[in-house]
């Protein structure tokens, strides 16, 4: 019997407050919603539960407070088959909180107070791991916690020789020396914005943006573009993977079922290509739920909508 893959992820845990809108209000406006929905995120959380329901045993590295939201996270993440006795419960931090603005067009607007998430420190980091190797498949590591402990993510993932994949959002300017070793470098375009310093504004830009990226020592790039898709960048392609067509109704958890998928398709062995339309797939899937969460994809949904459209966007 083939051993279950496991991956360790190294991100923030947040409770999401989710306002469905017409629109973003101005300011000064006092604006009419439609609805509030309290949910669980994070872009840590939200890929290690789209990893566990794609089949991948996942230990999740953060922190919360010794908080009602705290211990809300713990035990709906163990409900959902992701290992908890990697995260620390901080007696004197709150958990993390995004209020998300989702609009008609689905479409978000997120504020995050970090809290707990802002006290992970490398050492932190450190002792989750070191029990784990020589079993990790793969570790993915995001930008919603301090810099530092990216850096020693990728570190300890390259001195282990385990692929290490960087979601490099939400926007931060952390320093190409966080992820030059990375197996995948993934920024969406405000984020790969933030990291170059210069707008991205149509493909051309796009594919310099990538370029420019890989030039910074990641394996590859893989830039997430939205509706148009994702660009794959390496030393001997730049190809644009196109996206798959849903109905939009919350953006907001995209990004990460795109990470979990990606991932879940690198340790399986499946050529660049194809491992980003997976991803591909399964970002398409969580845009088509309102909420972050409970949006990523099982596997079975996602190989349900490869094989309608044959494997392709």
Same mark, same amino acid.
């Given at each position: 019997?083939?051993?279950?893959?496991?991956?360790?992820?190294?991100?923030?845990?947040?409770?999401?407050?989710?306002?469905?809108?017409?629109?973003?209000?101005?300011?000064?406006?006092?604006?009419?919603?439609?609805?509030?929905?309290?949910?669980? $995120?994070?872009? $840590?959380? !939200?890929?290690?539960?789209?990893?566990?329901?794609?089949?991948?045993?996942?230990?999740?590295?953060?922190?919360?407070?010794?908080?009602?939201?705290?211990?809300?996270?713990?035990?709906?993440?163990?409900?959902?088959?992701?290992?908890?006795?990697?995260?620390?419960?901080?007696?004197? +931090?709150?958990?993390?909180?995004?209020?998300?603005? =989702?609009?008609?067009?689905?479409?978000?607007?997120?504020?995050?107070?970090?809290?707990?998430?802002?006290?992970?420190?490398?050492?932190?980091?450190?002792?989750?791991?070191?029990?784990?190797?020589?079993?990790? !498949?793969?570790?993915? =590591?995001?930008?919603?916690?301090?810099?530092?402990?990216? &850096?020693?993510?990728?570190?300890?993932?390259?001195?282990?020789?385990?692929?290490?994949?960087?979601?490099?959002?939400?926007?931060?300017?952390?320093?190409?020396?966080?992820?030059?070793?990375?197996?995948?470098?993934?920024?969406?375009?405000?984020?790969?914005?933030?990291?170059?310093?210069?707008?991205?504004?149509?493909?051309?830009?796009?594919?310099?943006?990538?370029?420019?990226?890989?030039?910074?020592?990641?394996?590859?790039?893989?830039?997430?573009?939205?509706?148009?898709?994702?660009?794959? +960048?390496?030393?001997?392609?730049?190809?644009?993977?196109?996206?798959?067509?849903?109905?939009? =109704?919350?953006?907001?958890?995209?990004?990460? &079922?795109?990470? &979990?998928?990606?991932?879940?398709?690198?340790?399986?062995?499946?050529?660049?290509?194809?491992?980003?339309?997976?991803?591909?797939?399964?970002?398409?899937?969580? =845009?088509?739920?309102?909420?972050?969460?409970?949006?990523?994809?099982?596997?079975?949904?996602?190989?349900?909508?490869?094989?309608?459209? $044959?494997?392709?966007?």
């Amino acid at each position: 019997m083939a051993k279950t893959p496991r991956v360790a992820v190294v991100g923030s845990f947040n409770m999401d407050l989710a306002v469905r809108t017409p629109r973003i209000p101005l300011r000064g406006e006092n604006l009419l919603a439609y609805s509030l929905r309290i949910g669980l $995120g994070g872009k $840590g959380a !939200n890929p290690a539960v789209g990893l566990a329901r794609m089949g991948v045993e996942a230990f999740l590295v953060g922190c919360v407070g010794a908080d009602d939201f705290g211990r809300r996270a713990v035990e709906a993440l163990a409900q959902e088959g992701v290992h908890t006795e990697t995260m620390a419960i901080l007696p004197d +931090a709150a958990t993390g909180v995004a209020l998300i603005m =989702v609009d008609d067009g689905g479409e978000n607007t997120i504020l995050v107070v970090n809290g707990a998430n802002d006290r992970l420190t490398p050492e932190q980091v450190r002792r989750a791991l070191d029990p784990l190797w020589g079993d990790l !498949n793969a570790v993915l =590591v995001n930008f919603e916690v301090p810099e530092g402990a990216v &850096a020693e993510a990728v570190r300890l993932a390259l001195a282990h020789s385990v692929p290490v994949i960087v979601d490099a959002g939400p926007p931060r300017h952390y320093s190409p020396e966080t992820w030059r070793g990375a197996t995948i470098l993934t920024p969406n375009e405000i984020e790969a914005e933030t990291l170059l310093g210069y707008p991205i504004a149509d493909e051309a830009s796009a594919r310099r943006a990538a370029r420019d990226l890989l030039e910074t020592g990641p394996g590859a790039v893989v830039l997430k573009l939205g509706a148009q898709g994702a660009l794959l +960048a390496t030393p001997e392609e730049c190809t644009l993977i196109p996206p798959f067509k849903v109905e939009v =109704v919350d953006t907001t958890g995209a990004g990460d &079922a795109f990470a &979990a998928g990606l991932v879940v398709a690198l340790i399986e062995g499946k050529p660049l290509r194809e491992a980003v339309r997976f991803a591909n797939a399964a970002g398409a899937l969580a =845009v088509t739920q309102m909420g972050t969460m409970n949006a990523m994809p099982t596997r079975a949904e996602v190989e349900r909508l490869l094989a309608a459209t $044959g494997g392709a966007g």
